[in-house]
């Protein structure tokens, strides 16, 4: 019980610091770009903030990942590797996420124009993530009972 137990803590929770870096990085560049902004008197964009939080969706599927994975696996079995592999997948996905988003808010904040280009830019991560959380649940399914 505890071997299962640890697999889902351990897939959730690198899931969850994947999302936590990503949004970490892309926040560090927004504080930089509204300093600069203040300091000389200008404007910046309340958008970029979506920019930031694009990641925290990695955080929400480490959530599921770890309640799938505790309730739908071998209560004697051994500590969960696929469930680690897809935490690790939806980990890499916010963490390169937030590298897209923080290069995002950068460059948005210098021209001001095509958001929806830069949001659509930021999606690509997240689908991979997604593949990862549905991977991680039909292994849970599968090899769970």
Do not use: C, H
Request: glycine residues 18%; proline residues 2%.
């Amino acid at each position: 019980m505890l071997d299962q137990l640890n697999g889902a803590m351990l897939a959730g929770g690198i899931a969850i610091a994947g999302g936590a870096l990503g949004m970490g990085f892309a926040g560090i560049v927004l504080m930089s770009v509204y300093k600069q902004a203040f300091r000389e008197g200008k404007k910046a964009s309340g958008k970029m903030i979506a920019f930031v939080g694009a990641p925290m969706s990695q955080v929400i599927y480490g959530l599921i990942l770890f309640f799938v994975v505790k309730n739908g696996a071998d209560p004697g079995g051994a500590i969960n590797w696929y469930a680690i592999g897809a935490g690790l997948g939806i980990g890499a996905g916010g963490y390169i996420q937030g590298k897209v988003a923080a290069q995002a808010v950068d460059t948005f904040n210098t021209t001001d124009e095509a958001f929806g280009k830069y949001m659509g830019i930021i999606v690509f991560p997240e689908l991979a993530s997604i593949i990862s959380l549905v991977l991680g649940i039909l292994a849970a399914n599968t090899f769970g009972q």
